[in-house]
């Protein structure tokens, strides 16, 4: 599993964040993305509202890009479920759906995909998403997979990332691309039959 201190964002010198003061920053920039879109917002409306100063808030957080996405992933966090019902199928199907429901959810959902599309336009904000968020999301599924080749759920020839695309790879492109349904029962099957390939012969 990766160490919270490996994926931390550095600290600028001087005094510690209040734990309650950036909740609070974070929860009213997920309502401004809301109410407004990524576009619209402002890092002006975010401290009025959050009732901090504008200077804080870029001693924190460099631009707006860099506050959305940490805004949105700390919500992301509560559907982050790395089960053990002792199955690896099983395992990868509940944590896929809980992925689906976050990027599908009709509030969050938009503005997930607002934010993908600034990656795609800045390398150093796809670079945080990955190392901010991908890299503690695929920690987990490491897990999974790792008690599935000892239990002799997968086959172990198959490494783990080639194994964490196989399985993931067809929702990805589903949310990305809205050419399927992604309710559970549909994640279900993609990822039943995309697993299907890794069971040991």
């Not at 600028?12 to 990524?38: F, H, M, N, W, Y």
């Not at 198959?158 to 809205?178: K, Q």
């Amino acid at each position: 599993m990766t160490t919270p201190a490996a994926n931390e964002p550095k600290r600028k010198p001087g005094r510690p964040r209040s734990q309650a003061v950036e909740e609070a920053v974070l929860q009213t920039t997920v309502d401004l993305l809301i109410e407004v879109g990524l576009k619209n917002m402002s890092m002006d409306a975010i401290a009025a509202r959050a009732g901090v100063s504008k200077a804080t808030l870029y001693k924190w957080w460099p631009s707006k890009l860099h506050l959305g996405l940490d805004a949105l992933l700390s919500r992301g966090k509560v559907q982050a479920v790395v089960p053990d019902t002792g199955s690896a199928v099983e395992d990868f199907v509940l944590n896929a759906q809980g992925i689906s429901r976050f990027y599908t959810d009709p509030k969050i959902g938009p503005c997930i995909m607002q934010l993908w599309g600034e990656c795609l336009n800045s390398p150093d904000l796809l670079a945080l998403y990955r190392e901010r968020f991908l890299s503690r999301r695929r920690a987990g599924l490491h897990v999974i997979h790792e008690r599935g080749v000892a239990r002799g759920d997968i086959d172990g020839r198959y490494g783990v990332e080639l194994a964490l695309d196989i399985i993931y790879g067809p929702l990805i492109m589903r949310l990305l691309t809205g050419h399927g349904l992604v309710n559970d029962h549909e994640v279900e099957q993609l990822v039943r039959a995309s697993f299907a390939g890794l069971i040991p012969r």
